[in-house]
């Protein structure tokens, strides 16, 4: 299948420093990615929607001056965490849709680990 | 909204037990169903998936019924073994392309 690759797998940070995360699409080309937080224990939640040359899509409740998303190309999205705080630390996931034909599979990231100190 | 309700876990199974975990959902559309796993350190990867109803997802012995009756994507497998312990994700996606995901079950193989 479709490879998409997420950069850094792990990062820790100072708190009030920011982040950013990358996600490619190695061999398609997505023109919608998604970006997800994972809570220890809990379900993946929907943080964006990220569209390719337009503005990110944000869920209900998710800040968006604070999580910057960036879709410049049809294979990067960035995820930048600004100013962050240690309730910020979260596993965070991006996902990239490959559309040949009929098929519209969702493919993921390894997911970065954040750690705010 | 869509969401998705899937059971509770952990599940702790003897290697060779049969496994179901239940998985519901709600949709104001006509979803497409999708069950993701995620092995330990590793990312999200699809299961398996049904795009319309009565559909049969099946994937590694791992099998799910698209039951529009009982809006219900239930995920069995008739003989588990140690290497399926794993987080698995019941999700749905509508006509927005957007992925919503159930809690996810932890599920403990014992050898």
């Known amino acids: 299948g479709a490879v998409v690759s997420q950069h850094p797998s792990w990062v820790i940070c100072k708190s009030g420093t920011s982040v950013k995360i990358e996600c490619r699409s190695l061999?398609?080309?997505?023109?919608?990615m998604f970006w997800y937080r994972q809570f220890p224990k809990q379900s993946l939640m929907l943080m964006a929607t990220?569209?390719?040359?337009?503005?990110?899509?944000?869920e209900q409740g998710v800040e968006k001056d604070k999580f910057l998303i960036n879709h410049a190309s049809l294979t990067l999205s960035t995820l930048t965490v600004t100013s962050a705080h240690p309730e910020d630390s979260s596993f965070y996931i991006c996902?990239?849709?490959?559309?040949?034909?009929?098929?519209?599979?969702?493919?993921f990231g390894q997911g970065t680990r954040l750690t705010v100190v | 909204g869509n969401s998705v309700t899937q059971m509770e876990g952990p599940v702790t199974l003897s290697e060779e037990a049969f496994l179901t975990i239940n998985c519901t959902y709600t949709?104001?559309?006509?979803?497409?169903l999708f069950w993701y796993v995620q092995y330990p350190g590793e990312g999200l990867q699809l299961l398996l998936k049904?795009?319309?109803?009565?559909d049969k997802g099946s994937n590694k012995g791992f099998e799910a019924t698209y039951r529009k009756e009982t809006t219900s994507f239930h995920l069995e497998k008739g003989s588990v073994q140690v290497s399926d312990s794993a987080v698995y994700f019941c999700?749905?996606?509508?006509?927005?392309?957007?992925?919503?995901f159930g809690k996810g079950t932890r599920l403990h193989i014992l050898p």
């Open positions: 996902s990239a849709r490959s559309q040949q034909g009929a098929s519209t599979e969702a493919f």
């Open positions: 049904a795009t319309k109803a009565d």
């Open positions: 949709a104001t559309g006509y979803p497409s």
């Open positions: 990220s569209n390719e040359g337009s503005k990110a899509t944000y």
């Open positions: 061999d398609f080309q997505a023109t919608t």
């Open positions: 999700a749905l996606s509508d006509w927005d392309d957007k992925i919503i």
